[in-house]
């Protein structure tokens, strides 16, 4: 199964309500991080989380690392209609050899906000 | 910059033929991904390249499929021969070293 899986698969919400999608991996990490991905677009990085963080804030983001149970969640605050798009956590594995830096990404939350 | 750039952006072709996807990755990026995305198989990652190299291809499908990258500013993947089953969406993307990756805006394949 995927490294990184995003909970929940689709999230539909209101403008001005926030918007929280977790995602799970399953082996230690250097680094997680979050891209958004409009439809028919290619990804957008949204912020990057290492091993060593808590928490981190990017405008309206908030990124959470909990390695202990290997979890991510990614905030949204006062959502808005443009919000709308697939995100994505992605991890990359801490270790060497050919998995040094590659990232593996999961299926992703299409977040529909709506006017 | 103008960014990871990908050529062609739509491709249109019949079972059996040659495709080639071009990517040019951020100058001064030292590593390169090739992705495919699908429904039904969401994002996967096809080969990567660092400084030019191949580092992990354990991603591509068949040997149907093959990458190439001649210098630090071209990257090929090309698909030979085609199947309906590889239309898809495939990314190119880029990083210098283990910093952000920047994806192109894609190339739709379709295969007929």
């Known amino acids: 199964s995927q490294q990184g899986e995003e909970d929940p698969q689709a999230l539909s919400i209101q403008e001005g309500e926030n918007a929280t999608m977790n995602c799970s991996y399953k082996t230690s990490i250097n680094n997680l991080q979050w891209y958004r991905q409009n439809s028919g677009r290619g990804l957008v990085h949204l912020i990057l989380i290492r091993s060593n963080e808590r928490e981190k804030h990017s405008g309206r983001l908030r990124v959470t690392l909990d390695t202990s149970k290997k979890s991510s969640s990614l905030l949204i605050t006062a959502s808005r209609a443009a919000d709308t798009a697939s995100y994505f956590c992605?991890?990359?594995?801490?270790?060497?050899?050919?998995?040094?830096?590659?990232?593996?990404f999961g299926q992703g939350t299409i977040l529909t906000v709506h006017p | 910059d103008a960014g990871v750039i990908q050529s062609p952006r739509h491709e249109v072709t019949e079972m059996g033929q040659e495709v080639t996807l071009r990517c040019k990755p951020i100058s001064g990026h030292n590593s390169l991904f090739w992705y495919r995305q699908t429904m039904m198989r969401g994002l996967e990652l096809l080969i990567y390249f660092n400084n030019n190299v191949p580092i992990d291809d354990s991603g591509m499908p068949e040997d149907r499929f093959s990458a190439k990258m001649p210098n630090a500013s071209f990257s090929t993947l090309k698909i030979q021969p085609s199947e309906p089953r590889d239309s898809a969406v495939y990314f190119c993307?880029?990083?210098?070293?283990?910093?952000?990756?920047?994806f192109g805006p894609g190339t739709r394949l379709l295969v007929l």
């Open positions: 993307a880029s990083r210098y070293t283990l910093g952000t990756q920047y």
């Open positions: 992605a991890t990359a594995i801490r270790g060497g050899g050919t998995s040094y830096g590659k990232l593996t």
